[in-house]
């Protein structure tokens, strides 16, 4: 995609602004009353829209530019583009574009020049240029009640984007969904919602910067995962030769440097922290109907989130200091500091006299820009006293805009594009499984609700999400809720309680005052940048993290023990009966098994009396090929009257199988670790098969152990590894089950009968 | 620990570098020697069609739409695909085409070109030549304007510039997209057929590119007169067959270049799928 580039002059001094309709930002600069524009100046009608960004971004704004003729300007964006530079990109299709150059003769290559024409368009008291005029028009707004409804669908753009961050082709099905009558003329509205301030318009993937002192600089960053870009091809919609695109995204549409990606604005949170909310009592617990321990949990997080609007003032004053990068702070200061030495040094040779403050008049001013409206270059006198004026000018309108950086109001279109420089803080659930966590967040999201938030509850795999679906839609009647999956009809509706896959986060910026993330140690979530990414950048900067888990990553485990990490740990069950502690049997590896078709006499013998005591069996193997001939063995060990199933991730009937082992009619279901979460079956026993494998960690050993002795009817269920070696991850799985054990009996969290069956 | 937070770098810095192939996503040792960017066990379910069974349309399958009464009226002489397409080609292709992931852009393109070997060593068994059959140049069936800008690249001229490296000739863009057709996957059989009527137009340039390859080729031949009798051989390139309506189209928009140009065309098809 293309866009224009333009200067404009405000009170305030210079802005860089790019366009999507050029003529929708004449019509705002030029005929509002309370416009402040003192001119405006096309810098280029068309430039590939990652460029676009970047000069934009990058450009520094000084008051110098008053005095800037057509070559100072294209001298001042190429300085821009040096810095910028698509590094480490691997260029592909590069065979296509050398037939593409044969063909057009010299090659298809366009220079900067060619592109970037400084053209002025309209100034103060001057009125518009001859090529402004041509602008105006085209006529897209006619009177004051064409521009009165294009105002209006600003609004209601503005709106529908709120803390959303979208490529076109999303936000063409948003406003199919949401403002048909806006589909097809989206860039002039899009343009003016820019302008009102509303969202923020930016390219896919930016360029990398290289500074001074890092010499190799960091590659392309696409904006929407916070990836590194490495691949570019030639690109038919920006003409670049090797525009960048990001391919650890492209499942939710390709983000590229020419690419135009919206970002809303993050809803005000006026209404939320107003009504001041004390700490949630007991009362608003009760309600929920929790177990001991699963009441204490939440009212610790709950606590957390009510101290966070004390915390958040001293927060965002940091976060406004570490705003800046050091690096440019630095050198901003030294060519400041530069300019000064300079000066200093002219004065006291005696070639330029210090100039008053009374130079600049109203007047002046006037006069300097009509000459630039004739394009005429001034005097060498004049252009010396200029500079002069300007660089002191410099020097105080550094620091001024400075101050104003911070204080960067809803109206200024250009919000700077920055990766969040503070993480929101997080807290932990430590809660094993079987604690009921789904009834623990439930007085969270209510208290965030009450207070006029938005709330998240993301988790990485699709079949949790559909899971609670149901159960939160139950305990919140009044509330809609969005249900966001690959392929949900609900992508584009607004609501204030988002339940949502990981992956989905993608498409939310700054939107949520509370992201809860479930599972976050599951796949794919864990280990994944770009979802944590994703996450980060969903969560508003003044909102809150909660993760829950039943086997954290040892990281987060380590920061908890450390202090470092807010955390309450749900260490009983919501039934009060202790985690049943597996045993181990030495057994053979299954792929022995396998090769003499028969199992080991003590597994079979344990089967069997799982099978008679009415439990239904898990078996977890650690690789798929062994459950089809596995399946057979059990069977045959079993009996024919037993039914023996199994089921992996290749299987398309898996939804179904397992819904048949919930309710009985299969008795024993084979799987690997696809079902070791989210699954919960009454009276269950499990056996996990080569438990030594790799592939099986301490959190799946203790995740899948996890599916025994959920009810409430049956507590104590059996877990057994069996392995031909006893490994570390094993020791450590029983190690955190017994000390979550240790931990309920301390807090007095299991029931009397309970804890006569711990040693 | 601490240890091993030290040692990890250090291991990772001496680990063999992971290679992961496009295709499946799994990591491989070494790729296929012609096709890096896939494992071995992608590059051998690759669905070639090496001896098509229908001599006209290129099918690997039997097909109706040729033995049908008063069948293939093409103006095209026959179509080639590169391989069949199935659920796996087409996932390919979709990575490629609609989610833009161009990393597959050379491995098609490679793809291409060895369809274009097995059609020149097919077609010059046929005819008895003696010398190697060629075609003068190579061209592509065009997307729209609106298209093009929104997919940022236009994936038959890809593959044909696979083709055209692969033949060593030129590769010339003749025709342009005059509208865009809704959907094809949506329309029935019909519909499609009636659908494509006078969308592809020759560009301006088009005849003027034919004179000056036939000039090119008459410089390159020592026996003018022979050469100027026997048409000029355009290869037609698009990524999938399905009814070659499409191509059929495309090639009376190429006679038509070639009538205004007084030069007589043959036109062949080469997609990378026929389904």
Redesign the interface.
């Known amino acids: 995609?293309k866009a224009a580039l333009y200067m404009v002059r405000r009170q305030r001094g210079w802005e860089c602004c790019i366009s999507l309709d050029i003529e929708t930002d004449l019509k705002w600069w030029t005929s509002r009353r309370e416009s402040d524009a003192e001119c405006l100046l096309l810098l280029a009608r068309e430039l590939p829209l990652g460029r676009a960004v970047s000069l934009r971004d990058d450009m520094e704004c000084n008051s110098k530019m008053d005095s800037y003729g057509s070559t100072e300007w294209i001298e001042c964006l190429k300085r821009i583009e040096t810095k910028a530079k698509w590094r480490g990109v691997e260029e592909?299709?590069k065979?296509?574009l050398r037939?593409r150059k044969?063909?057009d003769g010299e090659g298809g290559r366009t220079h900067m020049t060619d592109q970037i024409q400084p053209t002025w368009l309209w100034m103060k008291g001057q009125g518009h240029s001859p090529a402004g005029n041509s602008l105006c028009q085209r006529g897209n707004f006619n009177d004051e009640r064409d521009w009165g409804d294009a105002l209006e669908a600003a609004e209601q753009f503005n709106q529908a984007l709120q803390g959303r961050s979208l490529l076109v082709p999303e936000l063409k099905q948003l406003l199919e969904s949401r403002l048909p009558q806006y589909a097809s003329g989206w860039r002039g509205v899009a343009q003016l919602a820019q302008l009102r301030g509303g969202i923020a318009l930016t390219a896919g993937v930016a360029p990398a910067v290289s500074r001074s002192l890092q010499r190799r600089g960091q590659p392309p960053r696409c904006h929407r995962c916070g990836s590194a870009a490495l691949?570019a091809?030639?690109?038919?919609?920006?003409g670049s030769e090797a525009?960048a695109?990001c391919?650890a995204c492209?499942?939710l549409g390709?983000s590229?440097a020419c690419a135009l990606l919206l970002r809303g604005a993050p809803e005000t949170a006026a209404g939320i922290r107003a009504a001041g909310h004390a700490a949630p009592t007991g009362a608003q617990l009760d309600r929920w109907g929790l177990s001991p321990a699963q009441r204490e949990a939440a009212s610790a997080a709950l606590r957390f989130l009510a101290e966070r609007p004390a915390e958040g003032g001293r927060l965002a004053g940091r976060r406004h200091g570490a705003g800046t990068p050091p690096g440019s702070s630095i050198l901003r200061a030294v060519t400041v500091l530069s300019h000064r030495v300079r000066e200093v040094l002219a004065v006291m040779i005696g070639r330029r006299s210090p100039i008053t403050a009374n130079a600049r008049t109203a007047d002046s001013r006037q006069a300097m820009k009509l000459r630039h409206w004739n394009e005429l270059r001034q005097g060498k006198e004049q252009q010396q006293e200029k500079e002069q004026r300007q660089r002191k000018e410099q020097y105080h309108g550094e620091k001024l805009r400075q101050v104003k950086e911070c204080q960067q109001t809803k109206e200024q279109p250009q919000t700077r594009e920055r990766l969040p420089v503070s993480k929101p803080p997080r807290f932990l659930l430590w809660a094993v499984t079987g604690a009921g966590k789904t009834e623990m967040i439930f007085p969270l999201l209510r208290y965030v609700l009450d207070q006029g938030g938005r709330a998240l509850v993301a988790t990485p795999r699709r079949d949790v999400v559909l899971e609670l679906a149901p159960r939160i839609a139950q305990a919140f009647p009044e509330e809609p809720v969005a249900v966001l999956y690959g392929g949900s009809t609900q992508r584009w509706e607004e609501s204030r309680l988002v339940l949502a896959t990981t992956h989905q986060l993608l498409r939310y910026h700054e939107a949520f005052d509370l992201v809860i993330i479930d599972e976050l140690d599951a796949f794919p979530y864990h280990n994944d940048s770009m979802l944590a990414y994703a996450a980060e950048n969903s969560c508003k900067r003044d909102g809150s993290f909660i993760f829950l888990s039943a086997t954290p990553p040892k990281p987060m485990q380590h920061a908890a023990a450390a202090g470092r990490l807010p955390h309450a740990k749900v260490p009983a069950r919501y039934h009060g009966h202790p985690l049943p502690v597996p045993r181990h049997v030495e057994a053979e590896p299954v792929e022995r098994c396998l090769s003499r078709r028969h199992l080991p006499l003590q597994l079979v013998k344990a089967l069997r009396l799982s099978v008679a005591r009415g439990a239904q069996v898990f078996v977890f193997v650690s690789r798929i090929r062994h459950i089809k001939p596995l399946v057979a063995i059990i069977q045959a060990a079993l009996g024919s009257g037993i039914p023996v199933e199994g089921t992996s991730s290749q299987d398309i009937h898996r939804a179904d199988k397992v819904l048949a082992f919930r309710s009985g009619q299969i008795r024993v279901l084979l799987t690997t670790t696809i079902l070791e979460r989210g699954v919960t079956v009454a009276r269950s026993d499990v056996f996990i098969l080569d438990a030594d494998s790799g592939l099986f960690d301490e959190a799946s050993l203790v995740q899948m152990a996890g599916r025994a002795g959920r009810s409430k009817d049956d507590p104590n269920g059996n877990v057994i590894f069996a392995s031909p070696q006893w490994t570390a991850s094993q020791r450590g799985a029983i190690h955190q089950i017994k000390k979550m054990n240790r931990l309920a009996r301390r807090g007095n969290y299991l029931h009397a009968t309970a804890k006569e069956g711990l040693s | 620990m601490n240890l091993s937070r030290l040692l990890s770098p250090l291991h990772q810095l001496l680990a063999p570098v992971g290679q992961i192939c496009l295709a499946c996503g799994r990591p491989m040792q070494t790729g296929d020697r012609h096709y890096p960017e896939v494992c071995r066990t992608c590059v051998a379910e690759i669905p070639w069609i090496r001896h098509p069974r229908c001599p006209r349309c290129g099918r690997h399958i039997g097909c109706p739409d040729c033995t049908r009464p008063g069948a293939f009226r093409r103006p095209f002489i026959l179509n080639r695909s590169a391989v069949a397409y199935d659920s796996r080609m087409r996932e390919w292709l979709a990575q490629y085409k609609y989610?833009?992931?161009?990393?597959y852009?050379?491995l098609l393109?490679r793809m291409m070109g060895q369809a274009y070997k097995t059609l020149a060593s097919e077609m010059a068994f046929a005819q008895r030549l003696g010398k190697p059959w060629r075609v003068d140049a190579v061209a592509y069936v065009p997307l729209s304007s609106q298209r093009?800008?929104?997919?940022?690249?236009?994936q038959a001229?890809?593959l044909a510039?696979?083709a055209?490296?692969a033949a060593r000739v030129?590769?010339?863009?003749l025709l342009e997209r005059a509208r865009d057709t809704e959907k094809m996957s949506l329309k029935n059989r019909r519909q499609r057929l009636n659908d494509m009527r006078a969308v592809f137009r020759p560009l301006p340039e088009a005849s003027d590119l034919l004179v000056s390859l036939l000039e090119s080729r008459r410089d390159r031949d020592r026996r003018p007169d022979r050469q100027i009798r026997s048409p000029l051989r355009l290869l037609l390139v698009d990524d999938i067959y399905t009814t070659g309506s499409t191509a059929a189209y495309c090639t009376e928009g190429l006679l038509l270049a070639g009538e205004e140009a007084g030069i007589r065309l043959e036109v062949y098809s080469l997609t990378w799928a026929r389904s």
């Open positions: 995609m592909r299709g065979t296509v037939m044969e063909r691949a091809a030639p690109c038919a919609s920006c525009c695109y391919e492209l499942a390709r590229r | 989610r833009g992931r161009e990393a852009a050379p393109a093009l800008a929104e997919r940022g690249f236009n001229e890809l510039s696979g055209a490296a030129p590769l010339i863009a």
